[in-house]
């Protein structure tokens, strides 16, 4: 398996930037797809964003598309969000998830965006926008 420690959270005002990094440790991490969630209290979990094994495609939630930016290193088995014109909405705990590359399918048809298509998790970083 692989274990997945998030980083880089912390309180902004909105309109700044924020890079989360998720470091990972554990087997090949270039055999998982990486996915950054995120969750506020009582509500559920949301994905936010994904990237491929490789980092050749990139997918994200329209709430952020054209704000944040994935991407990946796998030289240093780190994921990357960084997080620009940030709004008091984006605050949440940001989760990032591993899914593995040679797994059955999780989900069918195929939902990058669910979270059942993930094997492990992080445990977060607080993000905190004030407006």
């Known amino acids: 398996q692989v274990q997945l420690v998030e980083s880089g959270g912390g309180l902004v005002q909105a309109g700044d930037s924020l890079r989360l990094s998720c470091a990972a440790s554990?087997?090949?991490?270039?055999?998982?797809?990486i996915g950054w969630f995120r969750q506020v209290p009582g509500k559920e979990r949301e994905f936010v964003a994904r990237?491929?094994?490789?980092?050749?495609?990139?997918f994200y939630a329209d709430s952020v598309k054209g704000r944040f930016t994935i991407s990946r290193d796998n030289a240093k088995n780190t994921v990357y969000l960084q997080m620009n014109n940030l709004k008091p909405e984006d605050t949440a705990v940001y989760y990032c998830a591993a899914d593995y590359l040679f797994s059955p399918p999780k989900t069918r048809p195929l939902n990058r965006a669910a979270m059942q298509q993930y094997d492990f998790w992080g445990q977060g970083t607080q993000v905190t926008v004030s407006s």
């Open positions: 990237i491929s094994d490789s980092g050749g495609s990139t």
């Open positions: 554990g087997r090949t991490f270039s055999n998982y797809h």
